[in-house]
């Protein structure tokens, strides 16, 4: 019984939250802009894989108006228009369904960045902010070098050391991602530090890793919510960038930054090529962004995010 | 603390950074990669190459004897002879550094201007329109992808209006100035090459204007915080009591000390125009050090890859350095530790 008491409980609080988001019109628009994003991209994300296992690539296009693949030159570089909302490229493919193809990659890497970003951040912070001394310094050091590199350069160069494509863009973007994440972390561990309940559980004999496991991860986290859901935009537009650059998805996959850089020769004249991925990427880094500034308004976080 | 025992404790530390920063990259390179001699050859070198790239790296021997070379090398900039340019990397980074640093000075100053006045604005006008607008324009500033910022500004500004030209850095029927300082705008200055001058300052606007785009929300961000916090104080409060105006009050009195905490973030502003000039010079055309970066990269040129990389590492250091100091002279309330 007790069980169910609580679990209605924290139940509640979730529904409240996300009452007090909706209620305000930006925080709201941002909301929908996002959870239409990850749905789409988790429908269409296995559509094309179970189309790829069953050797029937047709199933990753099934739901798109057109396929993303088939050229039609007759079709090329078409101004958008009812037939085709964003415009063709230069082979007279469709931009918005290259666009909605494309899209599972871009939430599944910002998925996974910020998941990695946290889980190595969050152990390099939450030990460093809880030990001190030592341990401290030599964390937040590494975490300084790692921030010393700016972060599309250090990519660059993780990149052109093991090769381009979307795994590497993957792996090279955690290795950039997560210092950010241990100051955050090393934050909060001093703010719960010197709360009473450590004290307590220090006094009743908890050895400090036990602490760290289960007494700091979960309200450490919390405070840290709002900006990882900030930064799911983040990825998504860095990554455009090393996609804008060729590191990222490699043809004849569609990608969003590739696609810019691919209309970059079709500039100014067919604009459309170029702008329209830029944009769909502005208004997905928008949403991210707001909806992180109304959690962080209703969570009660700092206004310190550097 | 005195303040010279707090400079030079943050000028080891930025040393210390500086040797982290070519430790990392020598793991990177040699260490971690899986076959570092292709790696620095090139997937398309000839075996002849190879076998001269492990003798020129070192990189038959152990490891440490590799690391000695690779400090004493990165160290004294030798950053070896580029396979794409052939030409030796450090006087490729000789020469394009510069532009890219002038590039980001302007943006830099652009960046300040626009939003230092626009946090003032919306701290003026809290909670009313212009605050919202304001807020409006900083998250868009904030997640706009640096490429299309470069590419309505091009569209725009450049090719609908023709206010201004679309790419490259200056005209390229004019003579360019011979390299004195190997920044060209003021190279133009002193030998009073006026056409060049004016041309490659016409030719800096868009790219300078399209980094300030994409970087001035952070800023404009935390003046608006920081002015809200000093426009509470009781100096503040005082002298509007004493009848001085209320414009004024903001604009000077408030403005000065809110001011301080917007240098810290001078570095990190750096370090992002540093990323943003690698796409934005690709997009303009504009011969700088990111477009070196990439046009090594799509060549696969490692050893100007590496160079470029560790140079820009070390500048962001500095910079960074540079911010500390100018903070801890600035203001002297911080805790100097």
């Known amino acids: ?306 | 603390m005195s303040i010279w025992t707090y400079i030079i404790n943050r000028a080891i530390r930025a040393f210390f950074l500086i040797l982290g920063i070519i430790v990392l990259t020598f793991l990177l390179s040699h260490v971690l990669a899986p076959n570092p001699a292709y790696v620095w050859a090139g997937p398309h070198a000839a075996p002849s190459v190879v076998q001269a790239i492990i003798g020129e790296y070192h990189l038959n021997q152990p490891l440490y004897v590799q690391l000695y070379y690779y400090l004493i090398s990165s160290l004294t900039f030798n950053f070896g002879i580029s396979p794409f340019f052939k030409q030796p990397v450090s006087e490729l980074i000789a020469t394009y550094l510069p532009r890219t640093l002038q590039l980001i000075f302007v943006a830099m100053i652009l960046t300040g201007l626009i939003g230092i006045f626009s946090g003032a604005f919306a701290a003026e006008h809290k909670d009313e329109w212009g605050d919202y607008t304001v807020k409006a324009l900083y998250l868009i500033s904030w997640c706009m992808p640096p490429f299309l910022a470069a590419l309505l500004l091009q569209l725009f500004i450049a090719y609908k209006w023709g206010f201004l030209p679309p790419n490259l850095m200056a005209d390229p029927t004019l003579p360019s100035p011979k390299p004195i300082t190997g920044f060209p705008i003021i190279d133009a200055i002193i030998e009073s090459n006026w056409p060049y001058f004016i041309s490659s300052l016409r030719h800096l606007i868009l790219p300078a204007f399209a980094l300030a785009l994409i970087s001035f929300g952070i800023i404009t961000r935390i003046t608006r915080s920081s002015m809200l916090l000093s426009l509470n104080a009781d100096y503040i409060r005082s002298a509007i009591m004493r009848g001085v105006e209320k414009r004024r009050v903001i604009y000077t009195h408030a403005l000065k000390n809110s001011m301080i905490p917007v240098i810290t973030l001078l570095a990190l502003v750096f370090s992002w125009m540093i990323s943003g000039s690698v796409i934005i010079e690709t997009i303009f055309s504009y011969q700088g050090l990111g477009w070196l970066l990439t046009t090594a990269l799509y060549n696969y040129d490692y050893p100007t890859v590496i160079g470029c990389s560790i140079v820009i590492g070390i500048a962001v250091v500095l910079a960074n350095f540079v911010a500390d100091v100018l903070y801890a002279v600035i203001d002297p309330r911080i805790k100097l530790g």
Not at chain 1, 109 to 122: C, D, K, Y
Not at chain 1, 165 to 173: C, D, F, H, S, V
């Open chain 1, 1 to 306: 019984m007790g069980l169910i008491v609580t679990y209605t409980k924290k139940y509640r609080k979730n529904i409240g939250i996300l009452i007090k988001l909706l209620r305000k019109p930006d925080v709201a628009f941002g909301l929908i802009i996002l959870i239409l994003f990850y749905s789409w991209s988790i429908i269409e994300g296995i559509l094309q894989v179970i189309g790829s296992f069953i050797g029937k690539p047709d199933l990753g296009w099934i739901l798109l108006p057109y396929n993303p693949f088939q050229p039609h030159l007759s079709q090329s570089l078409r101004l958008p228009s009812l037939t085709h909302i964003m415009g063709t490229d230069d082979l007279g493919r469709d931009i918005f369904s290259r666009i909605l193809y494309a899209a599972p990659s871009d939430a599944l890497i910002s998925l996974v960045v910020v998941g990695g970003g946290i889980l190595i951040g969050g152990f390099i912070g939450l030990f460093a902010g809880f030990y001190g001394g030592k341990v401290e310094e030599f964390n937040m050091w590494l975490t300084d070098l790692f921030l010393a590199f700016p972060a599309l350069i250090l990519a660059m160069v993780i990149e052109a050391t093991f090769g381009h494509g979307y795994i590497y863009a993957m792996i090279a973007m955690i290795i950039v991602w997560w210092p950010s994440y241990a100051r955050l972390f090393r934050a909060e561990a001093i703010r719960i530090k010197n709360m009473k309940y450590i004290d307590a559980a220090l006094l009743s004999g908890l050895s400090k890793v036990d602490i760290i496991r289960r007494h700091m991860i979960r309200p450490a986290l919390n405070t840290i919510l709002p900006y990882a859901t900030l930064d799911l935009g983040n990825v998504i537009l860095f990554y455009s960038m090393l996609s804008f650059l060729g590191l990222g998805q490699q043809p004849p996959y569609p990608e969003w930054g590739s696609m810019v850089a691919l209309g970059l020769e079709y500039f100014p004249k067919w604009w459309w090529y170029s702008l329209m991925p830029g944009l769909v990427i502005l208004i997905i880094a928008v949403a991210a962004a707001l909806v992180g500034d109304g959690l962080r308004d209703i969570l009660g976080g700092e206004e310190k995010w550097v």
